[in-house]
């Protein structure tokens, strides 16, 4: 990302970039959790309320949210069923699941074409470059 921005690209982020980085930060420290305290399936909607586990998750969130929205712009999106409409002609492109279509609607709708991404679904979708270091997604490219 770093030498990206240095070579002159302008990062951007969708809004639903948060809901997705709140998502995997709260799995995260849930997973932690269980490990904590030795239950695999304890709920989710319970660890949400140990207010003093809701503090760390939200903290985190705050952390990284800074982090991401500090080093790019956000991108204007408009959800409506014209994008649900795009976004499910997306789905039916490749094998990406419907949040990315979301994110991929986005890009078009904004004339980006690269995207920095670890998730190797994205690699379905012939219309965009992507930029990873994912080894399974790297052999998908080829």
């Known amino acids: 990302i770093e030498r ?8 951007s982020h969708s809004a639903l970039t948060f809901s997705e980085l709140s998502n995997l930060i709260e799995n995260t420290e849930l997973d932690l959790y269980r490990l904590k305290v030795g239950n695999q ?15 760390n998750v939200l903290a985190e969130i705050d952390v990284a949210w800074k982090a991401v929205s500090s080093m790019s712009k956000c991108l204007h999106s408009k959800l ?3 994008f649900v409409r ?9 094998v990406v ?4 279509s979301f994110f991929i609607q986005t890009m078009r709708d904004n004339s980006i074409d690269y995207v920095i991404t670890d998730d190797h679904d994205f690699c379905s979708i012939s219309r965009h470059m992507i930029v990873t270091a994912n080894s399974t997604a790297l052999k998908h490219t080829n």
Do not use: W
């Not at 304890?42 to 140990?50: G, L, T, V």
């Not at 795009?86 to 490749?94: D, H, M, R, V």
């Open 4 to 11: 990206a921005a240095n070579d002159g690209a302008i990062l």
């Open 41 to 55: 399936f304890f709920d989710k909607k319970a660890f949400r309320r140990i207010s003093n586990e809701r503090q």
């Open 80 to 82: 409506d069923d014209q």
């Open 86 to 94: 795009n976004s499910y002609a997306t789905l039916c492109e490749g």
């Open 97 to 100: 699941d419907p949040f990315d």
